[in-house]
């Protein structure tokens, strides 16, 4: 196969478009010599001569021209590949690949994905739904650059191997079945439902979320049925087969037949952080799909103090 030299091939379309060597070679920064060489060279891994003599100057032959017909496609590839390039050394191109929970993937990453393909079209964010253990194996083996999480599930501030950012404090609200002697009662305390059959997770994150919750207030909650979906949680609490705490984040699995109450004093949060390899959040884009994130969620804090 034919050995071909951007570099010569970008000299020979220059003499063809500056007409002379001296020309050529100002253009480039180049001697004139340094020019002729250079398009020697070319001739010999062509295997056809490229310049014929024309009076005391040179022009391009028939072979020269072929070639350059070519390589204006290869430039063109280029100059598409630099921008690319270029757009994503300033984090406007590429791909980054999150891992995170799944109340997080609707109410955080989904606007904060419909945000960068209008403001960074060339910016591809690939999701991954999965729990806390899953999302920092993956990121410390490489295989998600970014992991979301509840704050109590992340690493340690003073693990070596990761950078923690902090996103929003998430209210947990009280899911009730409609025509509950409480549903309407005003200055509802977490406290004031002690006595009332619950509803979450055998174990895992929300179990552990809901137990020290009702801790704080006083209480241990009596388990009444378990479920980790949000679906099978608010479908029993419809029913009235128990209460059930339910994260601000999980509002788009609400009911018609259940009422959600703010508690008064006393009102539990989660608190959301986003995960990275440390070092990887000066990553340009990296530091974009933070930075749209953080807007998600400063968003979503508006809302919820309205």
């Avoid at 391009?60 to 280029?78: M, Y």
């Avoid at 757009?87 to 609707?106: D, H, I, K, N, Q």
Wanted: proline share 6%.
């Amino acid at each position: 196969m034919t050995e071909w030299d951007i570099k010569k091939l970008q000299i020979l379309r220059t003499l063809r478009d500056r007409g002379t060597v001296t020309a050529t070679a100002e253009a480039l920064l180049m001697t004139p010599s340094a020019v002729s060489q250079q398009l020697t060279n070319l001739a010999k891994q062509l295997g056809v001569p490229v310049l014929e003599a024309q009076g005391r100057r040179v022009r391009l032959t028939d072979a020269a021209h072929l070639v350059l017909r070519h390589a204006e496609a290869v430039f063109a590839q280029l100059e598409r590949a630099d921008a690319e390039l270029d757009g994503y050394l300033r984090g406007e191109a590429g791909e980054v690949r999150v891992a995170a929970f799944s109340t997080a993937v609707p109410a955080l990453l989904v606007p904060a994905v419909r945000q960068l393909r209008s403001a960074h079209p060339g910016l591809d964010v690939r999701i991954r739904e999965a729990e806390a253990a899953e999302a920092y194996e993956l990121l410390a083996a490489g295989e998600v650059d970014l992991a979301l999480s509840l704050a109590a599930h992340a690493p340690s501030a003073r693990d070596p191997k990761f950078s923690r950012v902090p996103l929003l404090a998430d209210p947990l609200d009280v899911a009730l079945p409609a025509g509950h002697p409480h549903a309407d009662a005003p200055g509802l305390r977490l406290a004031d439902l002690a006595a009332e059959p619950w509803i979450f997770g055998g174990s895992g994150p929300w179990s552990e979320i809901t137990t020290a919750a009702c801790e704080a207030a006083g209480f241990v909650p009596e388990q009444a049925h378990s479920a980790a979906g949000w679906t099978a949680i608010l479908a029993m609490v419809e029913a009235g087969m128990g209460i059930a705490l339910v994260p601000r984040m999980a509002s788009a699995e609400r009911r018609g037949g259940v009422v959600m109450r703010v508690l008064a004093a006393d009102q539990p949060r989660r608190h959301v952080v986003a995960a990275v390899r440390r070092g990887a959040e000066e990553g340009p884009a990296v530091a974009r799909v933070l930075a749209a994130l953080r807007q998600a969620a400063a968003q979503r804090e508006t809302v919820q103090q309205n």
